[in-house]
């Protein structure tokens, strides 16, 4: 039976003409439970009928068309009956597009609307009841999807903005053997409908970061492809790397929005000699990142293997949000991770933050499968199972279907160390049968209070559990997140945007929460030291906070707190003219600030203070602020000078003067006793000068005349 919710729930689809099946739900206004309601619903099915076809059958890419509709809904279609268009996706929950044609039955429709269809699906108009769905009409649509290579022989290829022509072009830039790719800080490109983008040999892409944009591009897709991005088993020696993106899938931040048989992932990679770094990777409900070979196809494929496969390394990524429930109360198909290795492949994973994925890391159970994860901070959210279970965070599975694959053999061999595991809903680590080597867990932290066993009284699960055999274990440490006063604390600037960040030490791993990045984890070093034995501060001068642990400075590197590649130092300027300043500016990839000008007897327009500071390190983008010369004068002393020579000497200095004030004091008249300014004021050339002239004017006629 179909339950009514507000929740999206998963149906299985169809695609090109395909009914979806009747689990389609919706919110609807009444309950249907009764035999009337059945017998009225069957009678809605047969007395309405629908024609639905596009202006256009054959489309590129982004490209729109007219939707035509003609629809008759029967009488006996009541209030709870809703007809509405849709895509037909492979899962209901897959973002079909829709239009709402209203509610209720007894009615003709007739009417069209444009439409952009970014997917080769079939479109139907259906007739929705909480006792299922029908589709009463069907038109198909097919899109053709650009391909590489970019014209003329380019290899390079910047995507300024995302319009039309851009995001067709970066595609065929992905497929372009040797291409550089690079995506402006401020560009969002949205890849809807893209399915298996595959990059070339050797193709790099690469998202640009500033200070104005720091958290680079957004590319996403919000159409749930198998795989948005694919590198696929290429022979030839080659290297890839995607570096700097926000790349977002299509699933919902609630992990119970995201259930089914359907996942989605990032990228999936099938080669040695691959780089993942640098990126912010969330929404898939697959997996971010799966790596898989094909030791179990025929033939054995064998690409990666464990002497190679550390040339596949995910690093400084920051993957979260990747959720997929095995359902309300379990038993089905779940997904939802950061990395996934399966089918004999390896992986180096290190130095990421995960959170809000159901596992971090996992695995398949299949003969030559591993991976290496080092120094990665698992934060306290995530390993949604069901409404009623949690799921632990670093996985093995074994190979065990009958069991859910909690045992049997469990990959080849694995390597867990100086990881921080703050995430305590479930176990740390699970082994869930025997690899045929071992796994090995040393050194990391956990949140967790037993690390096998726990005591009465514990209110969390152990860290480890292992199903069968086959770990290795020593000096893991169980501490309790947020206990100590000096685990953090917020008292310099590491990542040059003037905004004190905050430090971590997790009693391996140092990490600082980056204020450019809206609070991002970003790791420092490896390292035990924490509370007293770790002071911070600025100790090289360059404008970036350092760590002092036991009398050893370990000066931050921009490359990791600012970003490979997106910071620089900020040059001497002062004594230069504004025109070398802003060329030297221009230079090192900074922006000009506010420019003030001020008096001064230095020639006009050279620079005479700066803020940024000169040799500090700053993100790309970064505005510096000048003060620079007006040019000036030093007011001349006139007072006790006749007026005749005061006026000379002040227009002798480029200055005005006004109307001259008189007062008859009878004291030295016909000279200054009182200027304003005051000599050796510095003023604006052309700045006026007044003065007062002492007169002796005696009642009756005569007395002094001024000179």
């Not at 399966?342 to 890391?361: C, E, I, Q, T, W």
């Not at 790791?523 to 100790?539: C, M, P, R």
Request: net charge negative; aromatic share 6%.
């Amino acid at each position: 039976m179909t339950r009514i919710t507000a929740r999206r729930r998963l149906a299985a689809a169809g695609v090109l003409g395909t009914a979806l099946a009747a689990t389609l739900t919706f919110a609807a206004p009444a309950r249907a439970d009764s035999t009337v309601d059945m017998i009225l619903w069957q009678n809605c099915q047969q007395q309405s009928s629908a024609s639905l076809s596009f202006d256009a059958t054959q489309l590129n890419w982004l490209d729109g068309t007219t939707l035509r509709w003609s629809a008759g809904i029967g009488k006996d279609c009541g209030t709870n009956v809703q007809v509405q268009i849709r895509e037909n996706t492979r899962q209901s929950n897959d973002n079909p597009q829709t239009i709402s044609l209203g509610w209720g039955g007894n009615r003709t429709i007739a009417s069209s609307a444009g439409v952009i269809p970014v997917r080769s699906l079939s479109w139907s108009v259906w007739l929705l009841h909480p006792l299922g769905s029908k589709a009463i009409g069907t038109a198909a649509v097919n899109i053709q999807y650009p391909q590489g290579p970019l014209p003329n022989g380019q290899t390079s290829f910047t995507a300024s903005d995302g319009g039309v022509a851009t995001r067709r072009a970066f595609v065929q830039a992905v497929e372009t053997p040797g291409a550089t790719v690079k995506v402006a800080a401020n560009v969002t490109l949205n890849l809807s409908g893209l399915e298996d983008v595959r990059l070339a040999p050797n193709v790099q892409i690469i998202g640009d970061r500033t200070a104005a944009n720091p958290l680079g591009p957004l590319v996403f897709t919000d159409t749930m492809p198998k795989q948005l991005f694919h590198v696929p088993a290429y022979t030839d020696p080659s290297q890839e790397r995607i570096t700097g993106l926000r790349l977002r899938g299509g699933a919902s931040s609630d992990p119970f929005d995201n259930m089914g048989d359907e996942d989605s992932n990032g990228v999936l990679i099938e080669k040695p000699n691959v780089e993942i770094g640098f990126n912010e990777m969330y929404l898939w409900r697959g997996t971010a990142v799966q790596v898989l070979d094909c030791d179990d196809c025929d033939p054995k494929r064998n690409l990666i293997t464990r002497d190679n496969g550390n040339t596949i390394r995910v690093h400084d990524n920051y993957i979260h949000h990747d959720q997929h429930p095995t359902g309300d109360i379990g038993g089905g198909h779940g997904a939802g991770y950061g990395v996934a290795v399966d089918h004999g492949a390896y992986v180096l994973v290190d130095r990421n933050v995960f959170d809000y994925n159901r596992h971090s890391m996992t695995a398949g159970g299949q003969d030559g499968t591993g991976y290496r994860f080092y120094r990665n901070l698992i934060l306290p959210n995530g390993g949604v199972n069901s409404h009623v279970s949690s799921t632990h965070a670093i996985d093995v599975h074994g190979s065990n279907k009958d069991d859910s694959y909690q045992s049997g053999q469990a990959g080849e061999y694995f390597d867990v160390e100086y990881n921080t595991v703050w995430n305590i809903h479930d176990n740390a680590i699970k082994l869930r049968g025997t690899p045929t080597d071992k796994m090995e867990v040393h050194n990391n932290v956990y949140a967790h209070c037993g690390l096998f066993t726990t005591s009465a009284g514990c209110f969390t699960n152990a860290a480890i559990r292992v199903n069968e055999t086959g770990m290795s274990e020593s000096n893991d440490v169980l501490t309790t997140f947020g206990a100590d006063p000096d685990d953090a604390r917020t008292t310099c600037d590491f990542d040059g945007d003037g905004v004190n960040d905050t430090f971590h030490a997790t009693r391996i791993t140092w990490w600082f929460q980056s204020s450019r990045l809206g609070g991002r984890y970003i790791y420092l070093n490896q390292s035990t030291a924490a509370g007293s034995a770790v002071t911070l501060g600025d100790k090289n001068s360059d404008g970036l906070c350092d760590v002092t642990a036991n009398g050893q400075v370990f000066a931050s590197d921009p490359n990791v707190t600012i970003g490979l590649g997106q910071w620089t130092s900020v040059p001497f300027l002062v004594t230069n003219s504004d025109a070398i300043a802003r060329t030297a500016l221009q230079q090192a990839g900074l922006n000009l600030g506010t420019v003030t000008i001020v008096p001064s007897t230095v020639t006009k327009g050279t620079v005479l203070d700066q803020s940024q500071h000169f040799n500090y390190i700053r993100p790309k983008g970064t505005a510096v602020n000048l003060t620079e010369s007006g040019g000036g004068v030093l007011v001349p002393d006139v007072v006790g000078s006749w007026k005749a020579d005061a006026l000379a000497a002040i227009s002798g200095a480029g200055l005005t003067n006004d109307t001259p004030s008189e007062q008859n004091t009878c004291v030295d008249p016909g000279q200054v006793f009182q200027q304003s300014p005051k000599a050796g004021t510095l003023v604006q050339p052309g700045a006026t000068v007044h003065i007062s002239v002492a007169t002796c004017i005696k009642p009756g006629g005569g007395g002094g005349t001024p000179k």
